[in-house]
């Protein structure tokens, strides 16, 4: 499957350009993980997408510009809210739901689970994650649904 054959097909969505090798494993190191295949094939044909703002993150990527949204959220995340490491974050709705993909620190996967998870805030105002839950058995699964939820 290519992904972005498929956001091609939706005139709707919209992504950046493509991430190079050496992008993608910037990402890597930064994190301090092996990410799975089928994000990194994501990663290096879209960069990451979204439709309004309901997005899929990953590399923001054009001629002038190059950002790193999956390593800003994430590790802001891992930071506010004492997210696993075992986890990045793919998507975002600031301050209420999170979709995190299961990563591996140790092992290139070709695939992995996708999981939500609701953000609450303590008496304090201080972020915590709600217990993830596994939505789809895949980032393939995750991808497929994205684009029939924008449909």
């Given at each position: 499957?290519?992904?972005?054959?498929?956001?091609?097909?939706?005139?709707?969505?919209?992504?950046?350009?493509?991430?190079?090798?050496?992008?993608?494993?910037?990402?890597?190191?930064?994190?301090?993980?092996?990410?799975?295949?089928?994000?990194?094939?994501?990663?290096?044909?879209?960069?990451?997408?979204?439709?309004?703002?309901?997005?899929?993150?990953?590399?923001?990527?054009?001629?002038?510009?190059?950002?790193?949204?999956?390593?800003?959220?994430?590790?802001?995340?891992?930071?506010?809210?004492?997210?696993?490491?075992?986890?990045?974050?793919?998507?975002?709705?600031?301050?209420?739901?999170?979709?995190?993909?299961?990563?591996?620190?140790?092992?290139?996967?070709?695939?992995?689970?996708?999981?939500?998870?609701?953000?609450?805030?303590?008496?304090?105002?201080?972020?915590?994650?709600?217990?993830p839950q596994k939505l789809f058995t895949s980032f393939?699964?995750?991808?497929?649904?994205?684009?029939?939820?924008?449909?």
């Open positions: 499957m290519s992904y972005i054959e498929r956001l091609n097909q939706k005139e709707e969505f919209e992504h950046w350009q493509g991430a190079s090798t050496q992008e993608i494993l910037h990402i890597e190191k930064k994190l301090n993980v092996m990410l799975p295949r089928q994000y990194k094939k994501f990663l290096s044909e879209c960069g990451m997408c979204n439709i309004g703002d309901t997005n899929i993150l990953g590399v923001a990527k054009d001629e002038t510009s190059l950002f790193y949204p999956v390593i800003d959220v994430t590790t802001e995340m891992r930071v506010e809210s004492n997210l696993s490491e075992e986890f990045i974050v793919i998507s975002y709705e600031v301050g209420e739901y999170l979709m995190l993909y299961k990563i591996s620190k140790t092992q290139e996967l070709e695939d992995s689970a996708v999981y939500g998870v609701d953000i609450q805030y303590n008496d304090l105002g201080q972020m915590i994650c709600e217990r393939k699964e995750y991808f497929i649904d994205f684009l029939e939820l924008g449909a």
